[in-house]
């Protein structure tokens, strides 16, 4: 579904993703993960739009979208979360996933249709009680939740989540793998960083391991933890010595 | 707060009062008054579609009002029918800020902000020194002036006004504007168009910006050129705008009668320009204390 082929970007002097080349296929749950710096958010922001690389292409379905703007990249079926959430701070929780209903792949002008699409996700995720709510007025957790709700109304076929478990307690991560699966089942592809192993090793079908740019490791959950050269680089690294055997 | 049809009967009868005003009164004062600010309801609320909907701050608001204003008057003065004159004061205004916005919206934040204020100076000083002379009616129009058919124009302009954004924030376009203000990044990924909202909005703006000048140059009897192009008319758009409430359909409206009661008041009172002064200390404490505005400040009262 997606190929990233022999991707380089650079920010002055400093190599953050180096001939990178990999591939995701449909339907499948890609793990995402590495040393924090390795170019995680870095090729989420390349894959989504936000910044364009100095060399190297990015395909979808076998159309190149390496310099397609933002807007038509989630036209095309791509949505992603952000690490540090982005919610329309001074909209509700409603108007929020509207956006996404309104502007993603089945872009609309009937706002009626759109409200009750987002009022459904919302009851999707969880948050439909708070759905008049000011995401001002929401908790982290909750705002999440609400990025996810909006990154989903768009209908992605692809979808990247960006550390959607970091400060989540046990209980929430477990959910939140539930959800993800869920998430699968209706459809959708899915890349997903994560710092919190049990979530990853739980969710994906495979697992990527970038080191600073590049690609070092590939393959089941369980090969990837055995890998030395994984090891290595997590060396130093709490969350995965935790679980390193 | 108040059921629908409560709410829609209140604003039906003040709209039916104010339709009925040059009946009922014929102080020329008064209808003078509400005449003014009906124009300043339609030009806060033109720039509040950009500003306040769409958060791209434009400081150059006055030079759409100008071109408006000037483009009205000479095409009106040379024999063509008003209601054209007005049209092509608008669209002049549009095709203008077409052209000023495609580079000024590759401008980010702050710049933009510069930017839309140093290209409005500088057109105000082109006019102003190119045609420093000042238009005045001729004597045949001077005779059938009726400031009547000027208080109806000026009523039409800001109902266009208000519907125009009320409108907005019911629409999709709306949704995108207030994403756009919120997070270009987040929305650019949820599928907004950036650049194309960012001057839908401009455009909409700056068109009713120019209908606003149009029918400021058909209500004046004597328009120094430059006079139109003057920044206040950019700076009371804005402090009405947030006085009364940014990014809100009721919001101008109360900021208009307010200023212009307040304008009124403090000229009479304070000498020279001095009711400037008190209006710049008034947008700072409403920027500091209640950035959302008067409205919002009710809104709260009456949530108790």
Not at chain 2, 70 to 96: C, E, K, M, N
Not at chain 2, 163 to 171: A, K
Request: glycine content about 10%; aromatic content about 12%; some cysteine.
């Amino acid at each position: 579904m997606l190929k990233i082929e022999d991707l380089s970007k650079s920010f002055g002097g400093l190599m953050a993703i180096h001939h990178l080349s990999l591939d995701v296929y449909e339907g499948e749950i890609v793990g995402l993960i590495g040393p924090n710096g390795s170019g995680k958010t870095t090729l989420f922001n390349l894959i989504s739009g936000l910044l364009k690389p100095n060399s190297g292409r990015i395909v979808l379905s076998d159309r190149d979208i390496t310099y397609l703007s933002s807007h038509n990249i989630c036209r095309m079926g791509i949505a992603r979360t952000f690490q540090l959430t982005k919610p329309f701070l001074q909209m509700t929780a409603l108007e929020n996933v509207m956006v996404g209903k309104a502007f993603g792949c089945t872009s609309t002008w009937n706002m009626k249709k759109v409200e009750e699409e987002a009022k459904r996700i919302l009851e999707f995720i969880g948050l439909d009680e708070k759905s008049m709510w000011k995401a001002s007025s929401l908790g982290v957790v909750e705002r999440k939740r609400l990025e996810l709700a909006r990154a989903l109304a768009t209908k992605p076929k692809l979808l990247l989540l960006d550390e959607m478990m970091a400060g989540l307690t046990p209980t929430e991560v477990e959910e939140s793998i539930m959800l993800v699966k869920k998430i699968r089942d209706s459809g959708v592809t899915l890349i997903v960083v994560e710092h919190v192993m049990e979530a990853i090793l739980g969710l994906s079908d495979r697992i990527i391991v970038l080191n600073a740019g590049e690609k070092i490791a590939e393959g089941s959950p369980q090969d990837v933890v055995h890998n030395p050269k994984v090891i290595e680089a997590y060396l130093g690294e709490e969350a995965f010595t935790d679980f390193g055997s | 707060m108040l059921a629908q049809w409560k709410k829609s009967f209140i604003f039906g009868g003040f709209l039916a009062l104010l339709v009925l005003l040059p009946l009922l009164t014929s102080r020329s004062d008064i209808l003078t008054w509400t005449c003014l600010t009906f124009q300043y309801i339609l030009l806060s609320q033109s720039w509040n579609i950009l500003g306040g909907y769409a958060g791209q701050v434009n400081l150059g608001h006055a030079a759409f009002f100008g071109i408006g204003a000037l483009t009205t008057r000479y095409v009106w003065l040379w024999g063509f029918p008003l209601p054209l004159a007005l049209l092509l004061g608008s669209l002049i205004a549009t095709v203008f800020a077409f052209f000023i916005g495609l580079p000024a919206f590759r401008l980010r934040g702050i710049y933009f902000v510069i930017g839309t204020l140093v290209l409005a100076e500088i057109l105000r000083i082109i006019v102003d020194t190119r045609f420093p002379v000042a238009s005045v009616l001729p004597a045949e129009t001077l005779l059938t002036y009726s400031l009547v058919s000027r208080y109806y124009l000026s009523l039409l302009g800001a109902i266009l006004a208000v519907f125009t954004v009320y409108f907005i924030s019911h629409s999709r376009l709306g949704l995108g504007m207030r994403a756009i203000r919120e997070d270009e990044d987040a929305a650019k990924t949820s599928g907004v168009g950036i650049l194309q909202y960012k001057l839908s909005a401009f455009l909409i703006s700056t068109f009713l910006a120019g209908f606003a000048g149009g029918i400021f140059a058909y209500y004046m009897v004597a328009v120094q050129p430059g006079y139109v192009f003057s920044p206040a008319w950019t700076f009371d758009s804005v402090v009405i705008v947030f006085v009364g409430g940014i990014g809100t359909i009721v919001g101008p409206i109360f900021g208009s009668v307010f200023f212009v009661i307040l304008k009124q008041w403090l000229s009479l009172h304070l000498p020279g320009g001095l009711h400037l002064a008190v209006f710049g200390i008034l947008f700072i404490l409403v920027v500091l204390y209640i950035p959302d505005g008067f409205i919002e400040l009710v809104r709260r009262f009456t949530k108790g």
